[in-house]
């Protein structure tokens, strides 16, 4: 089976309303969703991760550092609904 991933504007939408109700359901899904993983995902096809604040990306960038495997991990508030101030 194909499982690869199609980036697209949705999931970088910043609101997930949309005139077409078919196309407002798909948007909440993809908006809500953390990930749509079919069985696993190999470390060597993630190459980073978003975080809420300082102290979670220390805690992920030392289990990645641990397991060998660093990654790009960026702090965006906004993502997590928490506004673009600290």
């Known amino acids: 089976m194909d499982y690869n991933i199609r980036i697209t504007s949705w999931w970088f ?3 997930w309303t ?3 109700p078919f196309r407002e ?3 909440k899904s993809i908006k809500c969703a953390e ?4 069985q696993r995902v190999a470390p060597d096809h993630i190459f980073g991760a ?4 300082p102290d ?3 805690v992920v960038e030392t289990h990645a550092q641990q397991a060998r495997h660093p990654l790009e991990v960026i702090i965006d508030r ?3 609904f928490l506004g673009d101030q600290p």
């Open 13 to 15: 939408a910043e609101y």
């Open 18 to 20: 949309h005139l077409n």
């Open 25 to 27: 359901f798909q948007h």
């Open 35 to 38: 990930v749509l993983v079919p």
């Open 50 to 53: 978003y975080v809420s604040n």
């Open 56 to 58: 979670t990306r220390t």
């Open 78 to 80: 906004h993502l997590f």
